[in-house]
T-cell receptor, first 116, second 111 residues
């Protein structure tokens, strides 16, 4: 069954702790993205990656880190430097920009992170 | 970098009426403009997209128009139904793979 999977669905973190959100896809997509969704602010881009071992900062990268060691996986770490981490996090993937032709992004189910 | 503005933030229509959502973008190099629908508690899903070499695209009750000169694009939903109620997001993608979203429009279709 092909798709993009995020885990866990709900995550609670104590202040001062780092936490890692998982994102895995078996669609053979080159591109992967992380977005943060807050009410009234749409989807804001945190990081994106077009190829293994390479990634770029989005508009709100401060306090977050990522890695792309495998094509299928793009984990996001929310560090203690992120001042307001409570949010809904969405991962997405797309075929990529081969021949400079952007394509549809498919989203995971999301992870709701709460700082307690 | 690319910036996308979306209006209105909320839209309420009667069943059967049309709904229009508008977006503007800042990067003239953007060449791909998708629209996503997010139902409550679900993931966003693509409903229609348009590329910069096309001015209009239609798929049954939904259509998208693109004005490259003015850097704006719009989503049109005709004959709205209660199941069209959701949050709609526009997005713009410049070369290089970034995908930047607007702030979203919460559409409510009243029976």
């Amino acid at each position: 069954d092909g798709g993009i999977t995020q885990s866990p669905k709900y995550l609670f973190r104590k202040e001062g702790q780092n936490v890692t959100l998982s994102c895995e896809q078996n669609l053979n997509h080159d591109a992967m993205y992380w977005y943060r969704q807050d009410p009234g602010q749409g989807l804001r881009l945190i990081y994106y990656s077009q190829i293994v071992n390479d990634f770029q900062k989005g508009d709100i990268a401060e306090g977050y880190s990522v890695s792309r060691e495998k094509k299928e996986s793009f984990p996001l770490t929310v560090t203690s430097a992120q001042k307001n981490p409570t949010a809904f996090y969405l991962c997405a993937s797309s075929i990529g920009v081969a021949r400079d032709r952007n394509t549809e992004a498919f989203f995971g189910q999301g992870t709701r992170l709460t700082v307690v | 970098g690319e910036n996308v503005e979306q209006h209105p933030s909320t839209l309420s229509v009667q069943e059967g009426d049309s709904a229009v959502i508008k977006c503007t973008y800042s990067d003239s190099a953007s060449n791909y403009f998708p629209w996503y629908k997010q139902e409550l508690g679900k993931r966003p899903q693509l409903i229609i997209d348009i590329r910069s070499n096309v001015g209009e695209k239609k798929d049954q009750r939904i259509a998208v128009t693109l004005n490259k000169t003015a850097k704006h694009f719009s989503l049109h939903i005709t004959e709205t139904q209660p199941e069209d109620s959701a949050v709609y997001f526009c997005a713009a993608s410049p070369p290089g793979g970034k995908l930047i979203f607007g702030q979203g429009t919460e559409l409510s279709v009243k029976p």
